[in-house]
């Protein structure tokens, strides 16, 4: 495989640009080493940030589907995303280096973001939140609960079913009933189950994406948002996942109550909380100082919420391997996303 080939192959969830802030340089200054935990497996190591949260072809469609020069239309749109939020997000950066350099708790007071900069942040988030891992197992969560939706219905009306069946099909009296059932369940179950299929999943997850980026979007902005500070000894952890969620009721973007954690960077964190969430009369677009207590909820959100990685620029895990050890469902990736309401 050509160089140029294995730079097409490499496709990131999490942006390099995002990774590196979490990163630090390697011994010969060549790359950007970022520390990881994998919840899988329970080892913690450092990799290269252009081969970390990578998949190899994530975003690409199947050639058949719009040809060998469109397949990467997923990939290209987020590459085109992230070329224009990275000036924007060292602009806000350095806003924030400078107001803390300042040491005037007054500033603390004001707001920091205006309104173009929240609804800047909040499709930066959205984008964020719909274009990971955790997006598609949730996606195929949906799909399998709905197919064993549709099972169970089928199960509790099967009989009313197969006696319109031999009353307008005599001829599949041939059959036995257990038959008819098993084929009618059969049926349903294929309807758009090709679609979540893994050579079509990339497609489903664009359409997915496009559909929602401006509803999240909105969603986002409609929050109280805050800019937590650390300046602890504890570095922010983040994820495959950064863009996670503390639940106060539901854990959907939309549920009442929400609580959204998204790292800036080591030392910055965005919160932001639904209208009716316990704490949302801390105020909007302030910068806040984090105790240690505070920092690690926001880590613990990232362990929970993450696929299977977990990122820091330093070797810190003992938080992790703790949720880990107590909780070992988080270990096997295996999480109910998804629950429908009666």
């Not at 806003?95 to 500033?107: A, E, V, Y």
């Not at 309104?115 to 949730?138: G, H, M, N």
Request: aromatic letters at 12%; hydrophobic letters at 35%; one cysteine or more.
């Amino acid at each position: 495989m050509n160089k140029k080939e294995d730079k097409t192959r490499k496709e990131h969830f999490v942006p390099q640009q995002y990774l590196r802030k979490f990163s630090n340089p390697s011994p010969n200054g060549k790359k950007q080493k970022i520390w990881i935990f994998d919840k899988t497996t329970q080892k913690h190591f450092s990799s290269d940030v252009e081969d970390t949260a990578t998949s190899d072809y994530f975003y690409d469609f199947p050639i058949d589907i719009l040809g060998k020069d469109k397949s990467k239309i997923f990939d290209t749109n987020l590459q085109n995303l992230e070329a224009l939020i990275a000036p924007f997000y060292k602009e806000f950066e350095t806003h924030i280096s400078s107001i803390l350099k300042l040491g005037n708790r007054q500033n603390y007071e004001e707001e920091i973001l205006s309104q173009d900069s929240k609804e800047e942040w909040s499709y930066i988030l959205a984008v964020q939140a719909l274009r990971t891992p955790e997006l598609r197992e949730l996606l195929k969560e949906v799909q399998q609960k709905s197919e064993d939706i549709k099972r169970d219905f089928l199960e509790q009306e099967a009989s009313q079913i197969i006696k319109q069946i031999k009353a307008n099909f005599p001829k599949l009296n041939l059959f036995s009933e257990e038959d008819i059932k098993s084929y009618l369940i059969e049926q349903v179950s294929k309807i758009n189950n090709d679609l979540y299929t893994d050579s079509l999943i990339s497609v489903t997850h664009n359409n997915f994406f496009n559909k929602h980026i401006h509803i999240l979007s909105n969603t986002f902005l409609k929050h109280k948002w805050l800019i937590g500070v650390n300046q602890t000894h504890i570095p922010f952890y983040t994820s495959d996942h950064p863009v996670a969620k503390i639940p106060h009721i539901q854990a959907g973007y939309d549920s009442d109550g929400l609580e959204v954690l998204f790292p800036i960077n080591p030392n910055l964190i965005f919160i932001l909380r639904d209208q009716k969430h316990p704490k949302s009369y801390e105020g909007d677009c302030l910068l806040v100082d984090l105790s240690e207590d505070e920092i690690v909820v926001c880590n613990k959100a990232q362990v929970y919420c993450s696929n299977r990685f977990v990122y820091c620029q330093e070797d810190k895990f003992e938080l992790a391997k703790e949720i880990c050890k107590e909780e070992p469902d988080f270990r096997s990736g295996v999480k109910d996303r998804v629950k429908f309401i009666n």
